[in-house]
């Protein structure tokens, strides 16, 4: 018997149409899926996070754009002392004018003004300030307090962006160590659950107790999920921070455990010495308060003579400084010396030189202000550092309590000499105290971390 082949249209060609359109789709599918991936994991240091930082950080990037803009300036300023050399040339187009001749006896007949529509001309001149009255040396202090006060801005932006980094990752780390811990909370609770099912099915507990250990389970649970939404945040800050793409999954390399760095053993009087003599931004500030300084005495300079000294070489056709004239190239020279003053002007360089006191007056006073606000910080910061060592004490005592507790308690549940209650209070105030121990580590790390920006290392 003949086969009969399916033909376009029938029951038979659609389905088999049908079916290849699905196993290509489930094939291209599959395809793209395996292209996409996990996200992948970087392994990352605290150290390594501040160095990626300092390269992806656009803020730090602004600052060294203005710092690299003062340094111009101040280049720009320099270069004022210096001679300026200026170089013209120029053709002009004139229209033709009468000729002026004059005929004397013995002489003939001379043309003294000729015409000569077309003229040529070339000109070099150098202008040397002489005397400016302190202007061009305010101007150069000036400019170089800037720079340097540019540079202590980016060097504190520095500073800011690895206490930034530094809390950013402590964050993460604390947020996946308060995970583990509530991890090992929930096979407690879940091994408890399970022991409640098996006391309720042989009537030996009642309804009351499996539900009481129920909700401290699922309390466990909703803490977890509360610790992974911390670390998905602290994840993602971290990751824009150091320029890593945001899809991606970090992986911790530094444990709280790890000793603080730069712990200080100073006396409070020596903390605050250091920090007068290397907060960046105190710097900064006497910096600006220097260069308005010198912006006084750069506008009092304009009451003052201004000096100069000017050399020019002109190389014409025609030279109009050379009777009569004639179309041929000829050149001259000039040197002369300038003087400009003015002996009157209203008040108005009084007037300037206030406002640029009175500007320096308020940089000056914003510094005082500034200085004294950093001495309450170190202050708070020391303190803050003395009660997080302290609570970091109290909260490792805490937690060998409670394991001692929770063991006791199990053993005394197991033997039935003790209820369901008494462990289930045990397990909870253990994972009080493990959540408590990992929040205290955290912050000592993180009370150094803030000393040390407090101090400006």
């Known amino acids: 018997m003949t086969p009969i082949k399916p033909r376009r249209g029938t029951p038979h060609a659609r389905a088999f149409l049908v079916a290849l359109s699905l196993a290509l789709a489930?094939?291209?599918?599959?395809?793209?899926?395996?292209?996409?991936?996990?996200?992948?994991?970087?392994?990352?240091?605290?150290?390594?996070?501040?160095?990626?930082?300092?390269?992806?950080?656009?803020?730090?990037?602004?600052?060294?754009?203005?710092?690299?803009?003062?340094?111009?300036?101040?280049?720009?300023?320099?270069?004022?002392?210096l001679p300026q050399l200026d170089a013209v040339a120029s053709y002009t187009r004139n229209s033709g004018v009468p000729e002026l001749?004059?005929?004397?006896?013995?002489?003939?007949?001379?043309?003294?003004?000729?015409?000569?529509?077309?003229?040529?001309?070339?000109?070099?001149?150098?202008?040397?300030?002489?005397?400016?009255?302190?202007r061009l040396t305010a101007a150069i202090d000036a400019a170089r307090e800037q720079h340097a006060a540019a540079g202590l801005d980016a060097e504190g932006a520095g500073k800011d962006l690895v206490l930034e980094v530094t809390t950013a990752y402590l964050s993460l780390v604390t947020a996946r160590e308060s995970d583990r811990v509530v991890g090992e909370a929930l096979a407690t609770y879940d091994a408890h659950l399970r022991d409640a099912r098996n006391r309720l099915a042989q009537g030996?507990?009642?309804?009351?107790?499996?539900?009481?250990?129920q909700?401290?389970?699922?309390?466990?649970?909703?803490?977890?999920?509360?610790?992974?939404?911390?670390?998905?945040?602290?994840?993602?800050?971290?990751l824009r921070l150091t320029g890593l793409p945001p899809d991606g999954s970090l992986d911790p390399t530094e444990l709280l455990d790890a000793p603080a760095p730069g712990e200080a053993t100073s006396e409070p009087g020596a903390l605050l010495a250091?920090?007068?003599?290397?907060?960046?931004?105190?710097?900064?500030?006497?910096?600006?308060?220097?260069?308005?300084?010198?912006a006084v005495k750069t506008t009092?300079?304009?009451?003052?003579?201004?000096?100069?000294?000017?050399?020019?070489?002109?190389?014409?056709?025609?030279?109009?400084?050379?009777?009569?004239?004639?179309?041929?190239?000829?050149?001259?020279?000039?040197?002369?010396?300038?003087?400009?003053?003015?002996?009157?002007?209203?008040?108005?360089?009084?007037?300037?030189?206030?406002?640029?006191?009175?500007?320096?007056?308020?940089l000056r006073h914003q510094?005082?202000?500034?200085?004294?606000?950093?001495?309450?910080?170190?202050?708070?910061?020391?303190?803050?550092?003395?009660?997080?060592?302290?609570?970091?004490?109290?909260?490792?005592?805490?937690?060998?309590?409670a394991r001692e507790n929770q063991r006791v308690s199990g053993d005394r549940y197991r033997e039935?000499?003790?209820?369901s209650s008494d462990l289930l209070d045990a397990e909870t105030a253990l994972l009080r105290a493990g959540l408590d121990h990992t929040s205290a580590r955290a912050q000592l790390r993180l009370a150094q971390a803030q000393l040390d920006r407090a101090l400006g290392r």
Not at 274 to 294: C, H, I, K, Y
Not at 372 to 381: A, P, T
Not at 416 to 419: D, I, L, N
């Open 26 to 81: 489930s094939w291209l599918g599959s395809e793209s899926v395996a292209d996409d991936g996990p996200a992948p994991v970087i392994r990352l240091s605290l150290t390594e996070a501040i160095e990626r930082a300092r390269v992806a950080s656009a803020r730090l990037a602004q600052v060294r754009a203005v710092q690299s803009g003062a340094e111009a300036a101040l280049r720009g300023a320099r270069a004022a002392r």
């Open 101 to 134: 001749t004059i005929t004397a006896p013995g002489l003939g007949t001379r043309t003294l003004f000729p015409n000569l529509p077309d003229a040529y001309r070339t000109r070099a001149q150098v202008a040397l300030p002489l005397f400016t009255g302190g």
């Open 204 to 213: 030996l507990a009642a309804r009351n107790e499996l539900l009481a250990v």
């Open 215 to 238: 909700v401290e389970r699922d309390r466990a649970e909703l803490a977890r999920l509360q610790a992974g939404n911390l670390a998905s945040v602290a994840n993602a800050n971290l």
């Open 274 to 294: 250091e920090a007068t003599g290397r907060r960046p931004e105190l710097l900064s500030l006497g910096a600006r308060v220097a260069a308005a300084e010198a």
């Open 300 to 362: 009092r300079s304009l009451a003052y003579p201004q000096v100069s000294l000017n050399a020019a070489y002109d190389y014409a056709n025609p030279n109009s400084r050379v009777m009569p004239l004639e179309a041929e190239w000829k050149g001259t020279w000039s040197l002369g010396v300038n003087l400009a003053w003015t002996a009157f002007d209203g008040g108005r360089t009084a007037a300037a030189v206030a406002q640029s006191r009175a500007q320096a007056d308020a």
């Open 367 to 401: 510094l005082e202000d500034l200085s004294r606000r950093v001495g309450l910080e170190v202050r708070i910061r020391i303190l803050d550092l003395g009660t997080a060592r302290a609570a970091l004490g109290v909260a490792e005592r805490t937690l060998e309590s």
């Open 416 to 419: 039935g000499v003790a209820a």
